[in-house]
């Protein structure tokens, strides 16, 4: 990777966060506040709404999490980002405050170092026009406003795409490391874990060495140590290794801690939520309209990438998408997808068919991220 490489994204990360910034402060100006679920609380938010407005509703939980451990109820975080967050609040303070810029800290890094393992994984089958359309993509993504908040989009993001990035090169102890840590991050670790086999599959295709088809499928493996510990962590606390899963209906009725397949989803919106909404209401129907033109975007981007892009990459979009659904709802899908870096890069492909047309469709994603931080700063629930 060459420096101007390295400055552009530098510099794309910069103009993102002071877009975001800007947006923040003109909505504490004129956007009235929901009083729910407001990072640090309503006194911290008050006092500093561009800093605690990044830690509203799951950020919170984070924070908890670091700081106390974990309670009843709060499994289905996993564990790896609070951690991280405990770990270097050591060296900021003891205060909430410390582990908010703990957890900011953590996200904004992951967020670089991410986005330079994205540049160069994409570059690997691409030349730079496509990785910079591709990462320009992500980075105007109406809920990317998530990579910079104390959230896991980041982490996870950092983790899956470097851990990509070394099975392409052929490293796997590397990336079966990096795929643990993924797990350890959000159950969609399991997504990267298959990608990571059929990257391996089609590796070993090309080997005769059979001990170093073995050798490295191991390390491939060594990537079910994330999700495994975590697992085993859960029966020995709880008795129910599972529990993160058993305890989703608590997000809500749309929930389900049964398994609930795509089609059903689909048609409980279609024909259960969408009639029901109140469509005087603004808030009332457009979070379940953008969660149903995610779906129904991503499902067809999935489906295409088969044809497009590298089988691991497909394997991995398509699981990453179907996870979430399992429980029944779309419901903050518009956030989970953004770690989906295969549909991105597709994106960027497209867009570099169509010459100055992806200006337009630039500008209606940047408008669409302004708006969800505007609206989420305020304590409206985007995702």
Avoid at 157 to 185: D, E, H, M, P, Y
Avoid at 303 to 328: A, E, H, M, N, V
Avoid at 351 to 368: D, E, K, N
Wanted: hydrophobic share 55%; glycine share 8%.
């Amino acid at each position: 990777m060459q420096k101007s490489d390295l400055a552009f994204i530098f510099k794309s990360i910069l103009i993102w966060r002071l877009a975001l910034i800007a947006a923040v402060f003109f909505a504490v100006k004129f956007m009235p506040l929901q009083k729910d679920f407001l990072g640090g609380g309503m006194s911290n938010y008050l006092a500093s709404p561009l800093l605690w407005s990044l830690a509203n509703f799951d950020g919170e939980h984070y924070l908890a999490i670091a700081r106390q451990g974990y309670l009843p109820l709060t499994y289905f975080f996993f564990p790896l980002y609070p951690l991280l967050i405990k770990f270097i609040s050591v060296i900021f303070g003891k205060d909430l405050f410390a582990y908010l810029i703990s957890g900011l800290f953590v996200s904004h890094v992951s967020l670089f170092l991410g986005a330079i393992g994205f540049y160069k994984l994409v570059s690997l089958d691409h030349g730079p026009k496509i990785s910079k359309l591709a990462f320009i993509l992500l980075m105007l993504f109406p809920t990317s406003f998530y990579f910079g908040s104390v959230y896991t989009e980041s982490l996870f993001f950092t983790l899956s795409v470097w851990s990509f990035f070394f099975a392409r090169k052929r490293k796997w102890l590397l990336a079966g490391i990096l795929g643990a840590f993924a797990g350890a991050t959000r159950i969609v670790g399991l997504a990267l874990i298959a990608g990571l086999l059929v990257e391996w599959w089609e590796y070993s295709k090309t080997i005769k060495d059979k001990e170093k088809i073995l050798l490295s499928l191991a390390c491939v493996l060594l990537s079910f140590l994330g999700i495994g510990s975590y697992i085993y962590y859960l029966y020995v606390r709880t008795g129910d290794p599972i529990n993160f899963l058993t305890t989703a209906s608590i997000f809500g009725s749309q929930r389900s801690s049964s398994l609930i397949l795509l089609p059903q989803v689909f048609y409980r919106y279609f024909f259960k939520i969408l009639p029901s909404l109140d469509y005087s209401n603004f808030f009332s129907f457009s979070i379940p309209l953008f969660e149903l033109a995610t779906a129904l975007i991503f499902i067809f981007v999935s489906i295409l990438s088969f044809f497009k892009l590298r089988i691991s990459y497909s394997t991995y979009l398509l699981l990453g998408f179907l996870i979430p659904t399992f429980s029944g709802s779309f419901s903050s899908l518009p956030r989970y997808v953004l770690v989906l870096f295969p549909a991105f890069i597709l994106g960027g492909i497209y867009l570099s068919r169509i010459g100055r047309w992806h200006y337009p469709i630039f500008i209606l994603l940047a408008m669409g991220l302004l708006i969800c931080i505007s609206l989420f700063s305020r304590g409206y629930w985007i995702s």
